[in-house]
């Protein structure tokens, strides 16, 4: 009986050429093409089918079911899938949502690049070819003191280059403090033993001593390695050795002292525990050999790992076959060598990621009332009975740099709390779906917008989302 009655619902499906001529689905072709709207209403149906057979008890007669279904996946694919959204976390490098927004300068130098040919590999001067990486190698020198300078994917490409290039078949010595793992899938010892260096791990999780160090190594070590624990902090009875200590041992027994720094600090923000965050230049100072980091995240550039130390390892890692498969494309390298600009120039705070990190209690609260002003304001063209549903006020937060920076502090800010009946997780969901998705905290059930990374124009897109929210049925 069951199987009758389930071959009546797949009899009931409509076949592929009703749908595909319904209005619906021809409103669609001029965006996605006929042939994509037919694979699409395809995959819709075989899922539906898939549904029916597995006995899942439909919520709507089958044929309305594949018409509704296949519109919806069909106004899905045709709409941007990459897009900007506004972050309202109060997480400044938010890995998610793609780290550092750049500054002015960095996307119209991308965007310079973009849809022309460009001085890529090629110099003017000497009207022939060139390395793309000589565009940004002295600004990196520049600002970080570093003698020679290589560009790659992102830190973890260089990370791996560093590796490759001087330890493959060779041990390197790290502290077991500092196995760690980044954002899920970097992971250090993986990554060692992908670069076909032997990893040697020394001292106890929260003590390692430049003894332990110095009793590891072997006629086959090569690499002293440290490692910045980014998204990850000791507390307690710590103990690490110094990078003073590290690059006296190498410097001793002729190996390198490396360092995976992670977030690729340029410049001091104005930030109470700013000094707990080594900055590039004081690790080479300190006698760091090679230094990788990353351009997303407190540099506030584009997605880029920046390899910088002495010249004779920069150069045989610029020699390594590797940097092939991990080099930067155009547009980054363009948006980069912007952003390092502003770092000479002293422009900084043209930088997104410094000035949000910069912004004092006083232009936050100033921001936050903007907010809520705007806010308030959409309420006021809402119907007042879904209106009383809903209370604006402005509260103070606590806010992050994320991206593994500064990783056990969060800072005073202030957001715009929304109280709505509907609760918080209703009210989180309408605004992440709106047109331009916005996307906020949660507390102690209240929406809380913080207003730190903000980016100029966003108080606009939150009240149009805010007024979408007020729209839908049942208050959310
Ligand atoms: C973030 C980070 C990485 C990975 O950098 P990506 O640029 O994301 O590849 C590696 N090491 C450390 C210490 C980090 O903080």
Not at 451 to 456: A, G, H
């Amino acid at each position: 009986m069951a199987n009758t009655n389930t071959n009546n619902i797949l009899r009931s499906i409509p076949a592929m050429d009703e749908l595909l001529n319904a209005p619906w689905a021809a409103g669609f072709y001029d965006r996605l093409g006929r042939e994509t709207v037919k694979s699409i209403i395809a995959e819709t149906l075989d899922d539906l089918k898939r549904d029916i057979c597995g006995g899942a008890q439909l919520t709507q007669p089958a044929a309305e079911l594949a018409a509704n279904r296949a519109e919806h996946l069909l106004h899905t694919r045709a709409a941007s899938s990459l897009k900007p959204v506004v972050n309202a976390t109060g997480v400044v490098i938010h890995t998610n949502l793609g780290r550092a927004p750049l500054a002015d300068e960095a996307r119209q130098a991308a965007d310079a690049v973009s849809g022309a040919y460009s001085t890529l590999e090629y110099s003017p001067a000497i009207g022939g070819r060139d390395e793309r990486n000589t565009h940004v190698e002295w600004l990196v020198r520049q600002t970080t003191g570093a003698e020679a300078a290589l560009i790659v994917n992102n830190n973890a490409a260089a990370v791996l280059l560093a590796l490759s290039a001087t330890a493959a078949g060779h041990e390197v010595i790290v502290s077991c403090g500092e196995l760690v793992e980044i954002g899920g899938s970097f992971r250090i010892p993986e990554i060692l033993s992908f670069s076909g260096a032997i990893m040697k791990p020394v001292g106890c999780t929260n003590s390692t001593r430049i003894s332990d160090y110095r009793n590891a190594i072997t006629e086959n070590t090569t690499v002293l390695l440290k490692v910045h624990p980014s998204n990850y902090h000791m507390e307690g009875f710590v103990k690490t050795a110094s990078r003073e200590e590290l690059a006296e041992l190498a410097a001793d027994h002729n190996l390198i002292f490396m360092e995976d720094l992670g977030s690729g600090l340029l410049h001091q923000p104005a930030l109470p525990f700013a000094n707990r965050e080594p900055a590039v230049r004081d690790c080479l100072k300190a006698g760091s050999g090679i230094v990788t980091f990353s351009g997303d995240k407190l540099l506030g550039g584009p997605q880029i790992g920046v390899i910088a130390g002495s010249k004779n390892l920069v150069d045989m890692m610029k020699r390594h076959q590797l940097l092939r498969a991990l080099r930067v494309d155009k547009m980054t390298l363009a948006a980069f060598e912007a952003t390092l600009r502003l770092y000479i120039s002293g422009r900084q705070a043209e930088i997104p990621v410094i000035r949000m990190l910069e912004s004092d209690k006083s232009a936050l609260l100033k921001k936050a009332r903007v907010l809520r002003r705007a806010l308030r304001d959409v309420l006021k063209t809402a119907d007042a009975l879904n209106a009383g549903n809903f209370t604006v006020s402005v509260i103070e937060t606590r806010d992050a740099a994320g991206g593994g920076s500064f990783p056990a502090d969060t800072f005073p800010g202030f957001g715009v709390e929304i109280r709505a009946a509907a609760g918080a997780a209703t009210m989180s969901a309408g605004f992440r779906t709106a047109r331009v998705p916005v996307i906020a905290g949660i507390q102690d059930d209240g929406l809380v917008l913080h207003v730190r990374t903000l980016l100029p124009g966003d108080e606009k897109l939150i009240a149009a989302a805010f007024a979408e929210v007020l729209n839908k049925p049942r208050g959310c």
